[in-house]
């Protein structure tokens, strides 16, 4: 958003030139994005947080200077300067939606002419990017553009019935809005309606039938408090975006009306010449009193890591116009003003004092961290998965919970059918997914069309099950793979290896290894109908449940990717269910290993089985472990025979073995091999 420097002087008259504002406001989280000084008053582009829609005016943002360089602040008019009949007089306002509309003020200003503006307000209204259109129009930009607070103005003599209803949108109802266009609306749709009809979208667009033009002599100011959820619904549906809108739906002050009522009355008389009304309809049904919110001090030190002096903290809270008062030892309440909302809790404060502070002030520190990566609980699952995926070359993907409307039908089985919700944020994101899969193979089309062939994702998350709707849903906790290109890194001593089913299954039973150690897992053909039905599997547990699914993308989804594509996605909410049997583990050996190599003449008929169980009945004077390194047939050897080559490991983990100890081993094995018939050792 844009502000003029010299409006912010205006408003606190601080000495600081355009940089100095800039690094000062970026330094308290308002991020100066560009200073442009190409006329006499600098303007300032500012990354306003949506938290933080105070600061969506200039009066808000002249609040963060004035706390920033220690200036006053500027306080608003509170008078109008004519003094005609009371507005109750001659509009009647009535809510019948308190739920969507908190507050509505109502004021009426005769006599106004519609002209142009004067070049003061022209060239202020170019410093902020809006266009000048009429004296009158104009002013209500000023209004919104200096407190935040969205205003109105309609032509009272084209209002029916000299009174305003704001309701919900009748069965049927449309309406023309400014931009001529004729919106069909919906029942959850809040508009304010004169006599006879809707005259305006509430918080988002004005009517056409009663807007301002070349005639008007007469203004009725609207500014109001809309629920921000039901402005959000509204402007979305319809697919409209305002100024105001923008506003309404991050939440605008509840007691900024008559404010912008004041201010919108007094620019009226100046700048069209009208008279306004003494006084303000304001209706007003259930006032909010101020919030109240303690802080620790202690939960200064153990959120910032530090704890600045007890007058500090008071002088933050106080620039910050918080009202703190020191209740007992360690302790401070303050008031919250009702254009911060944002702040609701302890941990806000705490976020206050270190933004007045300032950020650089927390002293750096590397006691106590911790050193190397800590292993997930063993009451983790989600954690296990993603470090298994992670470990073996997986990349983690982040997918939105919300798919579009049938999307994950053929990734799901047995599952409950999916459920719309009531205000999706978007039509193509109207219903919380079942299957982590979807999402993730959008990612991996994404990478194939900018020319990765080898992907490699994962995604741990949550999918949804509407059980027994219209109750929430079950959430459940899941991991996912998908994998195109080859099988593992290429390198020039081979040609490029293709991903199999074997490596997908591979995967899938590492983390389920990993995440349910020690059970056993049944592997069956068969899938979903997204996956190949000749090159996919499920895995189950004892009882049959399904655990695990992984295989080929089906054929006919197949033509829509470039590359092949394998999918795997494991349930792991039914793993934990189930209880992890004890592993047993062995010490690594402390010791240097020792190995030694028998060559045995056999029959080729005879399997290695018997000959490792004799080497097995042999006391070891260490563990021991049996491989075979060779295998060779042909000359000298008859042709019925074969000679395998077995390796000895000893992994001492107590003592180093010698030599005599070794030899009188190996004789040991030789005596008992010689026993086993057909098999001899070999000498030529």
């Not at 975006?241 to 739906?249: C, D, I, L, N, P």
């Not at 004789?667 to 070999?682: A, F, K, P, Q, T």
Request: with cysteine.
């Amino acid at each position: 958003m844009l502000f003029s420097l010299a409006w912010l002087r205006e408003l606190s008259p601080f000495e600081a030139n355009a940089r100095e504002v800039a690094r000062r406001l970026t330094a308290r989280g308002l991020t100066v994005e560009s200073v442009s000084e190409a006329t006499g008053d600098p303007v300032l582009d500012v990354d306003v947080p949506a938290n933080r829609p105070d600061c969506l005016g200039h009066r808000g943002l002249a609040r963060e200077v004035a706390a920033a360089f220690g200036a006053p602040l500027a306080a608003l008019p509170t008078t109008v300067l004519g003094a005609r009949p009371e507005s109750a007089e001659a509009i009647r306002v009535e809510i019948d939606a308190p739920d969507l509309c908190a507050r509505y003020t109502a004021r009426i200003v005769r006599g106004v002419r519609v002209g142009p503006s004067p070049a003061w307000v022209v060239s202020r209204l170019a410093a902020c990017g809006v266009r000048s259109i009429s004296n009158v129009v104009d002013a209500s930009n000023l209004v919104l553009l200096e407190i935040g607070q969205p205003v109105h103005f309609f032509d009272a003599a084209r209002l029916t019935g000299r009174a305003l209803r704001v309701r919900r949108a009748l069965p049927g109802e449309s309406l023309r809005t400014l931009d001529g266009v004729v919106r069909a609306l919906g029942p959850e749709m809040l508009v304010i309606a004169d006599g006879d009809r809707a005259a305006a979208l509430a918080g988002i667009l004005g009517g056409f039938d009663s807007e301002i033009g070349p005639s008007t002599t007469e203004v009725l100011v609207e500014a109001a408090w809309f629920r921000p959820a039901s402005v959000r619904a509204t402007s979305r549906i319809l697919g409209v975006r305002t100024e105001a809108s923008h506003r309404f739906e991050r939440g605008t002050d509840i007691e900024a009306p008559i404010a912008a009522q004041q201010l919108a009355a007094r620019l009226l008389e100046e700048l069209a010449s009208g008279e306004a009304a003494a006084g303000t309809v304001d209706v007003y049904p259930a006032p909010r009193p101020p919030l109240q919110l303690s802080l620790r001090l202690d939960r200064i030190e153990r959120l910032l890591g530090y704890t600045p002096p007890p007058d500090r903290v008071l002088a933050a809270l106080s620039a910050v116009h918080l009202a703190p008062r020191a209740i007992d030892v360690g302790r401070i309440e303050v008031t919250v003003p009702s254009w911060r909302v944002d702040l609701g809790r302890e941990p806000d404060l705490v976020e206050e004092v270190a933004r007045h502070e300032g950020y650089d002030a927390i002293p750096v520190s590397l006691d106590g961290l911790p050193c190397g990566v800590p292993h997930p609980p063993d009451d983790d699952p989600e954690g296990r998965a993603r470090a298994i995926l992670a470990s073996i070359g997986f990349q983690e993907a982040f997918g939105y919970a919300m798919i579009g409307e049938g999307e994950d039908d053929e990734f799901v089985r047995d599952a409950p059918k999916a459920e719309r919700l009531v205000n999706p944020i978007a039509d193509p994101l109207a219903y919380l997914r079942r299957s982590l899969l979807p999402s993730l193979l959008r990612s991996v089309d994404t990478n194939h069309r900018r020319g990765a062939r080898d992907v490699r994702l994962f995604e741990v998350g949550r999918v949804f099950w509407f059980e027994r709707p219209p109750s929430l849903p079950t959430e459940r906790r899941c991991a996912a793979i998908a994998w195109s290109g080859a099988a593992r890194p290429q390198h020039w001593s081979e040609p490029p290896v293709e991903i199999e089913f074997p490596d997908v299954a591979g995967v899938v039973e590492r983390v389920l290894s990993g995440v349910w150690p020690g059970q056993a897992t049944t592997r069956r053909l068969g899938g979903p109908a997204a996956l190949h039905p000749g090159r996919s599997a499920y895995w189950t547990v004892a009882d049959g449940t399904v655990v695990a699914r992984a295989g080929a993308l089906h054929p006919t989804r197949q033509r829509a990717f470039e590359h092949p594509i394998w999918l795997a996605e494991i349930d792991l909410d039914t793993l934990a269910a189930f209880p992890a049997t004890a592993v047993r583990s062995t010490v690594v050996p402390r010791l240097s290993p020792v190995s030694r190599d028998l060559s045995l003449r056999m029959p080729r008929d005879r399997s290695f089985e018997g000959i490792a169980r004799a080497l097995r009945s042999v006391p070891a004077p260490a563990p021991a472990r049996f491989e075979v390194l060779d295998r060779y047939e042909g000359p000298p050897l008859a042709a019925d025979e074969l000679s395998l080559t077995v390796r000895v490991h000893l992994a001492p983990d107590e003592r180093t073995l010698v030599d005599a100890e070794i030899e009188a081993y190996r004789s040991e094995l030789v005596v008992v091999i010689e026993r086993v018939e057909g098999v001899r050792l070999r000498t030529e």
